[in-house]
């Protein structure tokens, strides 16, 4: 596991903000089609929201409409973390969005398990300098999380302050999730070795002097600061080979995507793309899952004509759209921030936060996360409303569940990983589904709602 791996895609966010009906489209910011989309009944918009104009910083946002009665349901805002990743590339093209890109990265296929059939959603690329999001001004670029790090739980907790001191437009905030959340860096980092340790794939020897060696309080994004004893690195050095660069650190039973193998084949559906040998060639498929799908959003959002759809790069920027952003300079002290006393202040609000791990993740695995949301409700002298147990989609186990004081509820997915949407698409729908009708996840076999 490398230390990149540990940086990137830290959160897979959500916020749930619930309104009367959605009107005032900015009809300047309709996208008429993307290029080989499917045929839809609902509309899109993307463009530009300008925060700064003395300062030249925009962000660039994609909206999508519920499928079915828009004006009625409520809006999702989805904020990849990172910090730094696109929750346009990532979020909506990859994971819970109405459309998923093909094969040779050049037209647009459904996914029949999008979000926007329980709701409208919005992305927002942030902060500037992630995907095509901007600032003329360079310094705009260094990034804290006074500005966007956490994302999430710090942005709810603004909104609410907003609406104690407002006296006329407030937020009607419904409700807060947060997936394989970095809570606390010291916690989940550990919590990473536990779970290569139990899942086979560091050693005895390996685990056992990490957790006795490392002291994680000094830990900074991917190694131990220079205080840690030399065995913590040596064995910290060692676990990072013994799992290798053949593992994908964020879906620890899929194989990974060769980049080579992928442009091969954009090359080759373009050579031949009027002949029958297009049906042989296959983008690399591991468990039902597109390993690829990553590149594959690249090389479509670099197409000129995707970027004329979509409003974006206006300014042409001087390098490509990527799925992380390499401009953006992030204070890395803030990431040891303790984001459980964020999730204290949402809940005593009275804003119901939701908890969830794809249980495959090794990155911000669940071990952590659901021991630290335990303790936390503890400390808000909760009582447990429904006890820790199985979940059910269509029959099967769709995974792991409690709800503490009817504010405060961990869930895990079942086969999922760090990406819970793209790995489990109809488990991830069903949780989204319960969570924006205020249910509960399904106890029983029998199919609780649809999804």
Not at 223 to 230: E, R
Not at 392 to 414: C, D, I, M, P
């Amino acid at each position: 596991m490398t230390s990149r791996a540990c940086i990137h895609w830290w959160l897979m966010l959500i916020i749930f903000v619930g309104i009367g009906c959605l009107n005032g489209y900015p009809l300047k910011d309709l996208v008429i089609g993307l290029p080989g989309q499917p045929k839809v009944g609902f509309r899109q918009f993307a463009g530009y929201i300008d925060l700064d104009v003395k300062t030249g910083k925009s962000l660039f946002y994609y909206f999508v409409e519920a499928e079915k009665d828009p004006d009625h349901k409520p809006l999702t805002l989805w904020l990849n973390g990172g910090p730094g990743c696109s929750s346009l590339g990532g979020g909506a093209f990859t994971e819970l969005g109405p459309f998923f890109p093909t094969g040779d990265g050049r037209g647009l296929r459904r996914n029949p398990k999008s979000w926007n059939k329980a709701s409208n959603l919005l992305f927002v690329e942030s902060p500037a300098g992630v995907g095509w999001s901007y600032s003329n001004t360079t310094s705009d670029y260094n990034a804290k999380d006074t500005s966007t790090g956490h994302y999430i739980p710090q942005l709810a907790v603004a909104l609410l302050d907003h609406n104690a001191h407002s006296t006329a437009f407030k937020f009607n905030i419904k409700g807060v999730a947060i997936g394989n959340p970095l809570l606390r860096l010291d916690r989940d980092t550990r919590a990473t070795y536990e779970f290569l340790w139990s899942h086979g794939m560091i050693s005895d020897e390996i685990g056992l002097t990490i957790i006795k060696e490392c002291d994680f309080s000094d830990y900074s994004f991917g190694s131990p600061d220079h205080n840690v004893s030399g065995k913590c690195y040596d064995a910290i050095a060692e676990a990072q080979l013994s799992v290798s660069s053949y593992v994908d650190n964020y879906n620890v039973i899929v194989d990974v995507c060769y980049p080579s193998i992928v442009e091969q084949e954009f090359r080759l559906r373009k050579q031949y793309a009027s002949s029958s040998f297009l049906s042989e060639i296959a983008t690399k498929i591991s468990l039902g899952i597109d390993v690829c799908i990553n590149y594959e959003s690249g090389f479509y959002f670099n197409l000129p004509e995707v970027q004329s759809a979509l409003h974006a790069n206006r300014t042409k920027l001087p390098y490509s759209w990527s799925m992380c952003s390499e401009v953006l300079n992030y204070t890395k002290t803030d990431v040891k921030m303790n984001m459980l006393p964020l999730l204290k202040v949402i809940i005593q609000k009275g804003v119901p936060v939701w908890v969830y791990s794809g249980d495959q993740d090794s990155v911000v695995p669940l071990l952590g996360s659901r021991q630290m949301i335990r303790e936390l409700a503890h400390e808000l002298n909760f009582t447990v409303t429904a006890p820790y147990g199985a979940w059910f989609h269509k029959g099967q186990v769709g995974g792991w569940s409690t709800e503490y004081g009817n504010l405060l509820t961990f869930a895990t997915v079942r086969g999922a990983a760090h990406m819970v949407p793209y790995s489990q698409p109809a488990r991830g729908l069903l949780l989204c589904s319960s969570f924006v009708r205020g249910l509960r996840l399904p106890n029983a076999t029998r199919q609780a709602i649809d999804d």
